[in-house]
């Protein structure tokens, strides 16, 4: 991160003053309850800097190697198609590519664009439906580093999750089979979306449970010696890097903690969106840690198809489970620890 991305806070700043002062929300229903929203116009508005940013800023990490690949591209649909099975680098993902220089464009703002709608699209409509404040998700979105870690470099990965980060309505109502459709979709974008496939039937248990516990105990062996011993994540000769930072353990670990110490309340309240979120939260800490005693980049950005889920449990977790002083209370250490861990990231440029 470089310091022209506080530009970002400060424009979620400006619009939660905004947002206070104008009020722009509206009855909406969620999940059979009546609540309030703001509109999709000011939701998109807020993220638009985002956005920006990443589609039309500065290149940074691996988006020159998508620039090249595409700007090279001389493959048409029907090619696509034809070799569809043999294709190891994603045939979605090409797929979209050879649709964007036949339809949209051949230079290299049209295939950001296009990536770029294609993620922050799920992730506005998706926070601004569930999230119990969406400025707040969007400011955790920014803080942790998500928008320039993921939506720029590792951005075929984060197009594969942001598929499945779409389909949450279909993950809630447990509507399995169109659920696994999204996830094979997002397979053929990048394959390492397959570890969603087990998730998603996981996070359905009650947290805390102990099938739920023993659950995570295997999930978490399983994924330990499978990534361990496989070339599975190999491509782009990635393998043999460092894997993730710890530090991004402990990030990862933090509403996870809170979620346990609130879980009564959270057993009370049943709502099988929480419940979702908070098993996610703890998978997202089991998947840093593996990334942590791997090797390998791509194993380090798997956490990338469950962390997102966070930025809807804080929300909650800061307003929803315990007593006004203590909701205020974590709702502020929240806004501070994620402020100087984007600090922190900007200064050192290792987060």
Known sequence: MFKSDIWLLLWIGLVALIAYAAKPKKPETVLGQQTERYNFFFAAVVFLPVFLFTSLGEIRGDIWAYIIGFESLDTTVADVFRNWWTNEKGPGFLLIEVLIKQFVGSDRNSVRIVFGLLQSIPLVLIYRKYSEDYIFSVFLFIASGCYSGWMMNGLRQFVASCIIFAALPLLVKRKYVPLIAVIL???????????????????????????????????AVVLYFYVGNSDWMSEETLQSAKGSNPLRIVIAAIPTVIAFVGRKRIATNNNGLINILVNMSAITVILYTIASLTSGIMTGRLPGFTAIYNYILIPYLSKSVFDEKTSKNIRAFFILFYLLYFIFGIITGTV
Do not use: D
């Open 185 to 219: 979709i997002a397979m053929s974008v990048h394959k390492a979306a397959l570890i969603m496939i087990p998730i998603v039937f996981l996070v359905q248990f009650k947290p805390w449970g102990k099938i739920t516990i023993i659950s995570l105990i295997v999930l």
